[in-house]
C-alpha cells in the first residue's frame, strides 16, 4: 500500500507529512514508495518529528500569480492558494481578471460584482475574499479616485471612450487590471498595516501571460509622460520586485508542460520574477514499479488468470470469466503504463526547469469546496503558504 | 448545415444522444467553412487537423488556419513551422484528389498586410511606424480575434479551397472571436472617432452644448490620462487610417454574415468533465442567439472499457481479497513454500504456455453488458466455501468450477486459493490486485462520464455528438491524426464499454 495515498489529506495522530509529495504517512510508516523521489528527506526513513507539519518559507512574496496552460486548472489552484494562505487569521485576496466569473463557480456563489467581498474563511480564522476586476469599472474607479471625475467618467463612457480604453486601446486594459490587483497588495488601513496579507492572481493563460503582465512597460515606453505612464511604472515596479511571484500550472502532459518551459523562458527574458511549478490532477499510483515491469516483460495470461479466479472472478480456464477478463485489464494496463511513462519523461522536464515543483492530485469526483480544502492543505503541507 | 442525426439513439443511454456523422459533412461540397470552438485545453487544435487531414485525404482541397501561438498544429502536422500563407502539408494521402494546405495567423503581419493594401507607400509607412500602431497590432486584447476573423474572410474570398478549417483563439472566453470585430467595428463607427477626427465640427453643431462641454472636460480627461503624446499618436493614426475604417467594419460585417450562412458549420469542442461541458453548453447557447449554424458537439478523451461488466465495486473487492490472501501468505511464510518453488513454477509455466497461444473469442460476449448486472449468474451459483478464504470482501464467491485445470489440484492446505504461494505467483497476484484497482478507477471514470454527457445532452438535446476515444499519449504526427480522424468518424456514439 501507498503511504501517501493510504494516509490521506487528513494527518493521522502523530503522522508526518512527505515534504516532496504533501501528503500523511502514518506514524512509523517508512516513505519508500516510487513516488517518493530523491530530494524528499524522508526517504526510506521514519519520520523524525511529529511537530514538523509546517515547513516556512522565509518570505512569501504578496503578490501571487497564478497561470497556466488552458485547462490545467489555473482558477482552481489559484483558489487554493488564497485558502492555503490564509492562514491563522490572515486575509488573502482572490483576483479574476478575464471577466470568466470562474471564482463564483468555484465557490458556488453567484456571479462577482466589482467589488471585494469575502467567500470563504479558512481553517484558523483566515479570510478569503475575491474580486472580479471589470476593466470598465476600474477604469471609472480609476479616474474618480485620481481625477474626481464623477460627471466627466459618465460623459466618457457615453462617448465611447471608456469602451475605447478598455477593449481596443493598447494594454490600457491590462494596466488597469494589473492596476487593481497591484493597488491591492500596497493597500493599507488606519492603522497602517496592510489590508490583505496576500493578493492572489488568476492570470490569463501562459500564452498572453508575459505580454499581460509586462503590458505596462508597453504602455511606458508608448505613453512616455501623463499619468498612465506614471501609474504603469508603479505597476511595474511591484510586478518585478521579490513582491511578486508568478507560478505556472500545469498537468504531466507533453504540450502543457512544454507551455511551461515557454513561459518560464518569456518569464526570466522579462525579468518578472517566477515563482513555483504547480503540477496538478495528478493521477494516483495503481500500478508500482514491479508490476510495470511485469506487464512490460509480458505476464503469462493463465498466471494472471488463476489470480482473478482466486479473486472470485471466474474460473480461469480458456473461456472462463477470469480469462475473457486478462485481455482487457491487460490492455488498461498498457495504456496506464504507456502514460505512466510519459508522465515520467514530463516530471525530468519539469525538474530541470529549475523551480520548486509541487503536485496536486487529481480530485476524481470533481471540483468542489471540499476538494479546494483538501487542495489548500497539501499546499500548506508541502510549504507553500 | 443541419446537424445530421443517426436516427436511432443508443439504447443503453436513458437519454438519446443524437449522433453526429462527420464524413457526410465534411464530404459534402456545400460545406465550405467549419469552425472548432471550445475551451482551452480540450483538444481544439488537434481536432481541427485531424478534420483537415480526412477532409483532404476524402477528396477535398483543405486548409487549416489555427491561431494558437504555441504553434501546436505545426507540430502535430510535423511541419517545422507555419507562417502567415497557407503551406502544402507532405505526406497525406491524395490518391482522393485532396490536397491539405495549413497556416498560422501571424496576427501583425495580418494587420501589416491590411494597411499596406489599403493605402499608398507613404500613407502606409506613416501607419506602421506609428507607435499607437505598433502597439494594437502587437496583438492586445481583441485584435488577435479580429484578425483570425480577417484572415478566415480572405482565405474564403480567394476561393482557392473548398473546405477551411478554422481554430479559434484561446481567448478568455472562446466566442471572443465573435464578439471583437462587432466591438472594433463599434469603435470605429463611434462618435469617439469622430471626436478625435474633428473636434470643432462636433463643438460646433448647433443644440450639441451639452456635448460640448463633455467634450473639451473629454479631451481633457483623455489627455490627461494617456498624456498629451499618446493623444496626438491616436489621432495620427486615426487620421492615417480614415480611409480604411470603413473597410474594416465591411469586411468584418461580411465575415460575420459568412458565418452565419449555411456553408458554415460550428463544431463545439469539449472533454466530458463537468467544467468543460458546462462551457460547452454555453457555447451552445450563443451560437444559437447568434443564429450560427451548429453543426454538433465533439467529445474528445472519452474513455471506454473493455471489461465494463466487471463493476467497480466487485473489482475493488477481489483486489482487497488478493492483497488480504497477500498478507497472509507473509504471516505463514514458510521455508517449505520456498522448496517447493522451482516445482510449482515448472508447472505454471506449462499452463501458461498452453494458454498463452490461446485467442479468446468469447471476450465480446459479454462486453456491452451494462455494469448493473455484472454479477454472473453461474458464479453466484457456485459453492462461495470453496474459493477464496479470505473471501469476505468477494460479494459474488467464485467460480470453483472452473478450477478444475492443473493449477485446482496444486491448492495448498492451509486455504490459500492460489496453487501455490511462489514469488512469481505472489508478484502476478499482486500485479492482478494492481490490474483490478485500474479497472475499478476506471470504472468510476467511466460512470462520472456518462452522467455528465448524459446531463448535457438533457440541456441539449438537439445536439448531435460524436466521441473520441481518449489516447495515452499526445498526438504528433500525420498518423496520429489520421486516427483521430477515424474516431471522430466512426459511430455509433459509445456508451461505456462499447
Redesign the interface.
Known amino acids: ?1 501507498n503511504p501517501h495515498s493510504a494516509a490521506g489529506a487528513r494527518p493521522p495522530a502523530g503522522g508526518s507529512p512527505c515534504p516532496a509529495y504533501g501528503t500523511w504517512r502514518a506514524p512509523g510508516a517508512r516513505c519508500r514508495t516510487p513516488r517518493c523521489r530523491p530530494g524528499c528527506p524522508q526517504e526510506g526513513r521514519p519520520p523524525a518529528y511529529a511537530g514538523a507539519a509546517l515547513v516556512r518559507l522565509e518570505y512569501v512574496s504578496r503578490l501571487q500569480v497564478v497561470s497556466g ?4 486548472g489555473k482558477t482552481t489552484v489559484a483558489a487554493a492558494l488564497a485558502l492555503a494562505l490564509a492562514t491563522e487569521g490572515r486575509r488573502t485576496l482572490l483576483v479574476e481578471v ?3 466569473q470562474g471564482i463564483a ?1 468555484l465557490f458556488e456563489t453567484e456571479a462577482l460584482p466589482y467589488e471585494e467581498r469575502r467567500i470563504a474563511v479558512a481553517p484558523g480564522g483566515g479570510e478569503v475574499f475575491a474580486l472580479a476586476i471589470d476593466p470598465e469599472l476600474a477604469l471609472l474607479d480609476y ?1 474618480q479616485m485620481f ?1 474626481k ?1 464623477g ?2 467618467g459618465r ?2 463612457k ?4 471608456i ?3 478598455t ?5 490600457l ?2 494596466v488597469l487590471l494589473t492596476g487593481k490587483a497591484c493597488e491591492a497588495v500596497r493597500r493599507k488601513d488606519k492603522r497602517g498595516r496592510f489590508a490583505y496579507d496576500y493578493v492572489i492572481m488568476d492570470a ?2 501562459t ?2 501571460l508575459t ?1 499581460f503582465l509586462n ?1 505596462n512597460d ?2 511606458a ?9 506614471n501609474q504603469a511604472q508603479a505597476v511595474m515596479r511591484v510586478l518585478k520586485s521579490p513582491e511578486t511571484a508568478v507560478h505556472l500550472v500545469t498537468l504531466l ?4 508542460v ?2 511551461t518551459a ?1 513561459g518560464i523562458a518569456e518569464l526570466r527574458a522579462a525579468r518578472l520574477p517566477t515563482g513555483r511549478i504547480i503540477v496538478n490532477m495528478v493521477r ?1 499510483t ?3 514499479e ?2 510495470l515491469a ?2 512490460r516483460e509480458g ?35 498498457d ?2 503504463a ?2 505512466h511513462a ?1 508522465e515520467r519523461d514530463q516530471r525530468t522536464v519539469l525538474a530541470e526547469l529549475g523551480l520548486p515543483l509541487h503536485e496536486l492530485p487529481l480530485l ?4 468542489d469546496m471540499a476538494g479546494l480544502f483538501q487542495l489548500a492543505t497539501r499546499l500548506r503541507r508541502q510549504g507553500i503558504s | 448545415m443541419t446537424p445530421r442525426t443517426q436516427g436511432t439513439p443508443s439504447e443503453e443511454s436513458p437519454v438519446p444522444i443524437r449522433g453526429l456523422d462527420v464524413d457526410p459533412l465534411l464530404d459534402d461540397p456545400q460545406t465550405r467553412i467549419v469552425v472548432c470552438c471550445g475551451s482551452g485545453g480540450v483538444g481544439k487544435t488537434t481536432t481541427a487537423a485531424a478534420l483537415g487531414l480526412r477532409a483532404a485525404e476524402r477528396g477535398r482541397r483543405v486548409v487549416v488556419l489555427t491561431i494558437d501561438p504555441a504553434r501546436r498544429l505545426a507540430q502535430s502536422m510535423g511541419i517545422d513551422s507555419l507562417d502567415n500563407t497557407p503551406r502544402r502539408v507532405k505526406g497525406i494521402d491524395d490518391t482522393a484528389g485532396g490536397e491539405l494546405h495549413a497556416m498560422m495567423l501571424d496576427m501583425k503581419r495580418t494587420f501589416d498586410e491590411i494597411v499596406e493594401a489599403h493605402a499608398d507607400g507613404d500613407r502606409a509607412r506613416a501607419i506602421l511606424e506609428n507607435p499607437f500602431y505598433q502597439s494594437l497590432s502587437a496583438g492586445f486584447a481583441g485584435t488577435q480575434e479580429y484578425m483570425a476573423m480577417e484572415k478566415l474572410g480572405q482565405l474564403r474570398a480567394r476561393d482557392e479551397w473548398d473546405l477551411i478549417v478554422v481554430d479559434t483563439p484561446p481567448s478568455r472566453s472562446a466566442l471572443d472571436f465573435l464578439d471583437a470585430p462587432k466591438r472594433l467595428g463599434s469603435f470605429l463607427d463611434g462618435k469617439l472617432i469622430r471626436v478625435l477626427m474633428a473636434p470643432a465640427k462636433v463643438g460646433g453643431r448647433a443644440g450639441m452644448k451639452f456635448l460640448n462641454v463633455g467634450m473639451s472636460m473629454m479631451t481633457g480627461a483623455l489627455g490627461k490620462l494617456l498624456g498629451g503624446q499618446l493623444l496626438r499618436d491616436v489621432q495620427t493614426f486615426v487620421a492615417a487610417m480614415d480611409t480604411m475604417f470603413g473597410g474594416f467594419r465591411t469586411r468584418a460585417d461580411a465575415t460575420y454574415r459568412l458565418l452565419q450562412a449555411p456553408g458554415t458549420a460550428f463544431l463545439v469542442v469539449a472533454a466530458p468533465e463537468r467544467d468543460a461541458l458546462r462551457e460547452a453548453a454555453y457555447f451552445v447557447e450563443r451560437l444559437a442567439a447568434e443564429r450560427m449554424p451548429l453543426a454538433g458537439l465533439v467529445l474528445n478523451r472519452v474513455h471506454g472499457s473493455g471489461a465494463a461488466h466487471l463493476s467497480a465495486e466487485r473489482a475493488t473487492a477481489a483486489a482487497e481479497a488478493l492483497d488480504e490472501t497477500a498478507a497472509e501468505d507473509l504471516d505463514e511464510a514458510g521455508a517449505s513454500a520456498l522448496d517447493e518453488t522451482a516445482e510449482t513454477a515448472e508447472t505454471a509455466a506449462e499452463v501458461l504456455d498452453e494458454a498463452d497461444g490461446q485467442v479468446v473469442d468469447e471476450t465480446d460476449m459479454e462486453m456491452d453488458r451494462p455494469e448493473g448486472i455484472a454479477d454472473r449468474p453461474e458464479g453466484k451459483a457456485e459453492d462461495r466455501t470453496s474459493g477464496v478464504t479470505s473471501g469476505s470482501g468477494s460479494p459474488s464467491g467464485s467460480d470453483s468450477s472452473s478450477g478444475s485445470d492443473s493449477s485446482s489440484g496444486s491448492r495448498s492446505p492451509s486455504g490459500s486459493s492460489r496453487p501455490n504461494g511462489t514469488r512469481d505467483q505472489q508478484a502476478v497476484d499482486h500485479l492482478t490486485s494492481g490490474l483490478l484497482k485500474l479497472h475499478a478507477e476506471r470504472m468510476r471514470l467511466l460512470a462520472r462520464e456518462q452522467r455528465t454527457r448524459e446531463r448535457f445532452a438533457a440541456l441539449h438535446p438537439e445536439v448531435s455528438m460524436t466521441e473520441v476515444a481518449a489516447l495515452p499519449g499526445d498526438v504528433h504526427d500525420l498518423a496520429g491524426l489520421r486516427d483521430i480522424g477515424d474516431r471522430l468518424a466512426a459511430r455509433p456514439p459509445k456508451t461505456p464499454g462499447g
Open positions: 500500500m496552460k488552458g485547462g490545467t478575464e471577466g470568466r463557480q479616474l481625477y471625475l460627471g466627466a460623459a466618457l457615453k462617448l465611447g471612450a469602451d475605447f480604453a477593449t481596443i486601446a493598447p494594454g486594459r491590462d490569463p493563460p500564452g498572453r505580454r503590458v508597453e504602455v515606453g508608448l505613453a512616455r509622460i501623463g499619468p498612465i505612464h502532459e507533453e504540450m502543457p512544454q507551455e515557454d494516483p495503481l500500478l508500482d514491479t508490476s511485469l506487464v505476464v503469462p495470461r493463465a498466471a494472471v488468470a488463476r489470480s482473478l479466479s482466486a479473486a472470485g472472478l471466474g474460473g480461469a480456464r480458456r473461456g472462463g470469466g477470469a480469462d475473457r477478463l486478462v485481455t482487457p485489464l491487460l490492455g488498461q494496463a495504456e496506464y504507456a502514460r510519459l476524481a469526483e470533481g471540483m
